[in-house]
């Protein structure tokens, strides 16, 4: 796990001090060292937290043919079988890193060598012979990758907050304030402007001779999807042995590995498998879990007493308003979730690197109430397609008198579902552009990706359960919540890994019948009747949705005070994303009225404001540096 940066320039001189400043704005991704290479118009630069061959030979940039160059962030959990297959094939390994065998992949088999790696990643692999970059996101989005392009000069990071602290100014997008961040991770965009997110399962093909860009989708996931056993019990054998796998896989490491657990049975079900696997020493199962306002706090410590472990108790932290630009540049998004941030912090005080975590569940598996509320349209669809058959078959008359000895439901309502107002709702964002207008200049931009249009095409011909779950892992919800979670724990130096996201389970879980994951009143049916044995009957009984939320302020979390300070410093008004005489007008007039919609309009804008604030504050340390800095890089050798 590291960070990675990286400019192509168009006319202007490369500049070894502008990657630089960017390395040291995302440092937290990788304190234990730092490298950049120059080529030409391309800088690459990258942060290190060293994980796997602790050794100088990890360092990055990377090459051992002086050809090809890479810089990376994430983790292949099969490198080692990858490795043999490629010395099978004449490729010399002088690292024992997963690094050096993504590069010697890449020159066997270019980017089809991206479906052989199961992980999580984001890459940049220099080709100095033909002047070309390629620009490598992982299958669903777990590692993330920014770029900003303005014809002028590409730029890409690991963080929003490498790409601001470059030399090029960056901005908020007005057209897309009004979004929400789910709604934009699921775009793959941003709220600042020209700044997107490399889709995840795609690649960039860069000419950096002529600084144009192929954007490319190496990953479909509805090519991809398993056949599934219609025999409940080999599913739920299936499904058991391939969390298994996934977990087991995850501890591949040269450093300590510790897990958290929120009480929910997400991360129960992990911290069970770990406790019957076998591992080595550098795995530790006493968890860290957080109290807080945690509602499944007993049953966390109910498990790990279950399995005789000493849980590393992190208590609510009081937030700390001064600080608020601080965690929210850190998450870097306009919500308050913070108390991520406590979990990590304890983690890299205990001296561990890695956090074996249990996301990705709810996501395959149908976790969610917004899921399972639209359901039962496809149910009643179904019921209805029944009847009329019957009706067809016999009579009507026939299918009412079996409707009334059978007592079956009576006048039922079809739907008609359109999933792409599921998605995008023109008339709700139209009433939200009017609603924001009085502060920002909004106007309607089309925000519906190829992939995503491609993906709808082809979802029409699955069934409703299917289209709304992979809808949502795919297109908005989970990759909010990977990168929520990613900054969370990369702002501590921690590298979490999540065996859920899988792809062999995550795809398995996903093409399993909605039956098997609805059931008797329990959601998540498959996994739970999988694993019960393993956990004590506190956890696998209880049915309700927990996460981490967020930090909660004074009325209705909105902290007066806090943003009566921000919207009259000098740097608020003088910002041009918004009309901010209007913003401190209407502030003070609903000050004690009970208008919470309005207030929330106040509060998100002024969240936003503080987030840039922090990154300001990133940007003016990241110019601190050392401006005769030369190019370091690693070409591995004998």
Known sequence: MCGINGIVYGNTNPKISEIVQMNKAI???????EGVLKFQNTILGHVRLSIQDLS???????????????????????FKEIKKELQSLGHKFFSKTDTEVILNSYKEWGVKSFDKFNGMWAFAILDKKKSELILSRDRYGVKPCYYYFNKKKFIFSSEIKGIYSSNSDINFDQNKIIYSEKYLEGVSSTNFENVYTVPPGSYFKIDIQKLTISKLRWWYG?????????????????????????TNLRLVSDVKISNSLSGGIDSAIIFSILNKLDHNEKVDLNPFIYQGDNITFDQ?????????????????????FINLSDSLSSIEIPQTYFNQLEIYKKQKANNFKISIDGHGADECLGGYSKDLQLFPMFYQNSIIGIYQSLSNIENIEYTNKIIKNYKFIENLKGYNIDLKKIFYDEEYFKNKRKSFNKYINSKKINMLSDNLNEDLNELKYFNLPFQILYFHANYGHMQWLLNKWDKASMA?????????LDWNFFQFALALPAEYKFNLGKNKY???EAFKNLLPKSINEDFRKQGLKTTKYKDKELDIKLIEEGINQKTFKEEKSWDSKKI???????????NQKEKNKIWKIFCLYSLKEGFNKIKSESKKINKNYKENFNLLTE
């Open 492 to 500: 501590s130096s921690i590298e979490i890994r999540s065996p859920y």
């Open 526 to 528: 498959i996994l739970r």
């Open 584 to 594: 401190i007008s209407d502030f003070y007039a609903l000050k004690t009225a009970n």
């Open 222 to 246: 509805l090519k991809n999807i398993p056949e599934i056993n219609i025999n409940f019990r080999q599913s739920k054998e299936k499904l058991k042995d391939l969390l298994f796998e996934a």
């Open 27 to 33: 440092k937290h991704r990788g304190p234990d060292d």
């Open 56 to 78: 100088d030979k990890g360092k990055q940039p990377m090459s051992n043919d002086e050809r090809y160059w890479i810089i990376y962030n994430g983790e292949i959990y099969n």
């Open 300 to 320: 966390a410590i109910d498990l790990t007493k279950f399995y005789n472990r000493q849980p590393k108790i992190i208590n609510k932290v009081e937030t700390n």
